[in-house]
Structure formats: structure tokens, C-alpha cells
């Protein structure tokens, strides 16, 4: 992945104006986090998050596609497209990355570290933090969903 500058200011809050993930924070705010974030760009077939790499920070994709796959060469688990966000287990719990994350697409990304937490206010914080949780939420109610569909087919009662 290649760090990028190119984007104007204008072209970053277009795009974050397109996300959801943005729809509940003022201007001023998403021009400070477009201020001090740091845009990777990443070619199809580009990892973006290796297996096992230890770093403290998740990725935002602005625009593209990527894939998350539990071997690189590997069949993909799940895509994930703009708005939505990579290796945020990573960022949270400062552990080793638990698959890898390639591009299927040209992928636009914000990359999200303890650096720009930091240059955030509080209630900015508040706010992309409470969309790491429901992120998270999410995974696990998808999961549980997928789980619990794999429990029926199986044929099992439910033990409740």
C-alpha cells in the first residue's frame, strides 16, 4: 500500500459525506479527522492487513472492495466495501492480526492509529468509538446468526 496526499480537501469530505459512518458528525469534524488522517491507496491484490502482523490501527475503506480470507490464497470469508471497517479487532485489543485483508479493488483507505485518536477531540472520539462498537456488534450478532443456522442444520434443539 502507498501512502497518499493526493486527495484535496474537498474530495475527502465528499467522500466521508457519502458514508454512513459519518452521517452523525458536524463539518468541523470531519474536516479535523480529514486534517490529521493518513489515506493509503491500495492496487487489487495488495494486502492491506497481513496475518499474524502485530499494529495497533484499522482501516476505513473510503472507496473499492476488499476481501478478508483466513489464508492468503485462501477463498474469502467476507467482503467488505466502502464505509466499512478492517482490522478494528487489532485496534482495540493491541493484538496480532487474525486474517488477511487484500484488495479486491482499487481501495481508497483511512487508516485510523492511536495517533489520530489522540488529535481528536472527546466527542469526536466518543463518536468513531461508538462506531467500532456497533461495528463489532454487528460481527458478533452475524456470526451468532451463522452459528446458530449451522446448529439447525445439524439437526440439534436448541439446548435452551
Known sequence: MRHSSAFSAAKRMSIFHKLELFHNFYQHELERIADNAEF???EPGEVIIELGAHDTCFYLLLSGRAS???Q???EPVMLVGPGQMVGEMGFVLSTERTSWVLAEDLCILL?????????LDCGER???KD???IKLATSIQQLNAKLGAQ?????????G
Open 68 to 70: 478478508v480470507r483466513l
Open 131 to 133: 462506531q467500532i462498537i
Open 40 to 42: 493509503f491507496i491500495a
Open 72 to 74: 492468503k490464497d485462501g
Open 126 to 128: 466518543e463518536k468513531l
Open 111 to 119: 487508516r485510523v492509529d492511536q495517533a489520530l485518536m489522540k488529535q
Open 151 to 159: 446448529h439447525y442444520d445439524l439437526g440439534q434443539s436448541d439446548p
